[in-house]
C-alpha cells in the first residue's frame, strides 16, 4: 500500500503536480519549520476560544493530539509543523491528491491550504476562513466589482454553496474551475419547476422546454448559454449581454435590439422591401419591418418567436405571454408551402406568400392595317 506522500509524488510524475510542490515547495528544513505559518485573511491561525462556539473544528486538534501536525502532543507548546503545510494536510486528505491532478487547479489549492482553510476551527463550515462568497471574491476582485456593480443580480452566487454552487474550489476537469459543463450546469439549476429569480417570478423549466420543443436557437443547440446571458450579473433584463426589449410592444430602436443584432443583420426591420433578407414577406414587402418598424407599439421579437425553442421551426410561438396577468395569446400560425398564415388573435386571418410571380410583358397583336 503505498503512502500518501508516494501517491503525491507518483501523480506529480503524470500531471506536474508533483514536481510543483516538490521543487517548488520543497519539505521543510530545520530553519523553515520554524517559520510561522502564513496569517488568514481575517485572523490568524490561533484557535478561536470555545466561547465564541466556533461552528467547525478540524478532529486532531478537536481530540487534542496536536503532534499529528507539530513536533509535540503539548498544546500549550506544540513546536512548529513537521512539514509544509501542504505536504501535511495531503497525508490524511490524500483524496484531494488526484483532485489537485486534474486539468485544471485552484491556485491557492496548491500552494497553501491555509489560504482558504484554518488548521485548527472556525466559525465558518468546512473550516473556511471566511463565508464562502466573501472570500472567493476577496481574490477575485473583477466577479467581486461586477456582482457590486450589478442592477441585475444571479442568485447562484448568494444562496447555497455560492460559488461552489457552479465552481469547484481545487480542482475540475473543466476550464474556469466549472463542476460540469457550462450547459449542464445552467440547466442543471433552471431544470426545475418553481425556480424564482430575484424579484420572485417564476422562471421556466429549461429542461421540460427543450424536451417539449426541438426547434432550438442557434446558441441553445450550441449549448452555449453565454453567447447570451452573463453568468455572474449584469445590467440587463434575465442577465442579457445586451439590450432586448423585455415587453410584447415596444417603438423601434435599433439599440434596444442589440442582443439580435449581434447575430441576425438590422437590415431585415429596417429593409421595407426585400427579396432576400427573410421569407417573412409577402411578395417583396418585409413582414418583420411592418411587425417591429414602428414609431409606437412595434411588435417585438419576443411578440411571435420563443428565443429558446419551439414546436414550429424559426422558434414560431404557439402562444406568447401577454400584460402582467399571465394570459397566453395564441399565435395561430401556419406554415404553407410559399409562406404562412396567422389566425385571428392580434388581427384578423392574413396569409402571405413570399413567392414573386414575375411580370408578363403585354402582348403585341400584329394587325394587317395599312399603314398611313
Not at 499529528?68 to 498544546?75: E, I, S
Not at 474551475?177 to 449542464?184: E, V
Not at 415587453?247 to 423601434?252: G, K, R
Amino acid at each position: 500500500m503505498h503512502s500518501p506522500l508516494h501517491q503525491l509524488k507518483r501523480l506529480g510524475t503524470v500531471a506536474g503536480l508533483g514536481l510543483f510542490l516538490f521543487n517548488v515547495m520543497p519539505l521543510a528544513s530545520a530553519a523553515d519549520a520554524a517559520t510561522p505559518i502564513p496569517k488568514m485573511r481575517k485572523n490568524d491561525v490561533t484557535p478561536i476560544p470555545d466561547y465564541m462556539k466556533p461552528v467547525s473544528a478540524h478532529a486532531p486538534f478537536q481530540d487534542g493530539d496536536c503532534s499529528l501536525c507539530h513536533q509535540r502532543k503539548d498544546a500549550k507548546d506544540p513546536g512548529p509543523i513537521n512539514k509544509q503545510i501542504n505536504l501535511l494536510c495531503l497525508d490524511c486528505h490524500d483524496d484531494f491528491v488526484k483532485i489537485l491532478a486534474r486539468k485544471s487547479s485552484h491556485e491557492p489549492a496548491r500552494i497553501n491550504c491555509v489560504s482558504c482553510h484554518s488548521p485548527h476551527n472556525s466559525m465558518y463550515p468546512h473550516l473556511l476562513v471566511e463565508d464562502p462568497g466573501t472570500l472567493c471574491l476577496s481574490c477575485h476582485t473583477s466577479i467581486s466589482n461586477l456582482v457590486a456593480n450589478a442592477s441585475v443580480k444571479h442568485d447562484a452566487l448568494t444562496t447555497g454553496a455560492k460559488c461552489a454552487n457552479c465552481h469547484n474550489p481545487h480542482g475540475a476537469n473543466v476550464q474556469h474551475l466549472l463542476n460540469k459543463l457550462p450547459y449542464d450546469l445552467c440547466v442543471g439549476c433552471h431544470g426545475v419547476d418553481g425556480v424564482k429569480d430575484h424579484d420572485g417570478k417564476t422562471l421556466t423549466n429549461m429542461k421540460q422546454l427543450l424536451a417539449d420543443n426541438l426547434h432550438q436557437h442557434g446558441p441553445v443547440e450550441s449549448k452555449d448559454c453565454s453567447a447570451c446571458h452573463l453568468p455572474h450579473g449584469g445590467d440587463h433584463f434575465r442577465l442579457l449581454t445586451k439590450d432586448y426589449p423585455a415587453t410584447f410592444y415596444s417603438p423601434y430602436d435599433p439599440k434596444l435590439y442589440d442582443l439580435c443584432f449581434d447575430c441576425h443583420e438590422e437590415s431585415m426591420v429596417k429593409d421595407a422591401k426585400t427579396t432576400t433578407l427573410t421569407k417573412f414577406r409577402n411578395g417583396d414587402q418585409n413582414l418583420h419591418f411592418v411587425h417591429v418598424n414602428k414609431d409606437e407599439r412595434g411588435r417585438t421579437c419576443r411578440a411571435c418567436h420563443e428565443v429558446h425553442a419551439s414546436k414550429q421551426p424559426h422558434q414560431i410561438r404557439d402562444a406568447v405571454p401577454y400584460g402582467h396577468t399571465g394570459y397566453l395569446l395564441k399565435v395561430n400560425f401556419t406554415k404553407t408551402d410559399t409562406g404562412g398564415q396567422c389566425a385571428e388573435t392580434c388581427h384578423v386571418t392574413r396569409s402571405y406568400t413570399n413567392v414573386i410571380v414575375p411580370l408578363i410583358p403585354p402582348t403585341v397583336v400584329a394587325t394587317n392595317a395599312p399603314a398611313k
